[in-house]
């Protein structure tokens, strides 16, 4: 499967673009059925998508992959 624009992952998990949008961009940290939504369209496990980098320590803090 291709690149997927915004509209379409936000259409298959039922959100708007702008909230992937703002997942994207880190200022929505999604809930938890979003997350678990969004890792089951690209057939990953939630972790591998969602993950904590501190960026002062290298430790992790969120992410959206």
């Known amino acids: 499967m291709g690149e997927m ?6 259409k298959r998990v039922d959100v708007t673009r702008q909230t992937i949008l703002s997942v994207e961009k880190r200022k ?3 809930s938890t059925l ?4 969004i890792a089951r369209v690209f057939d990953k496990k939630v972790d591998d998508i969602f ?7 290298q430790d992790k803090t969120y992410q959206f992959f």
């Open 28 to 30: 929505f940290v999604p």
């Open 51 to 57: 993950y904590i980098i501190d960026e002062e320590s």
């Open 34 to 37: 979003l997350a678990l939504k």
């Open 5 to 10: 624009s915004q509209e379409q992952l936000a």
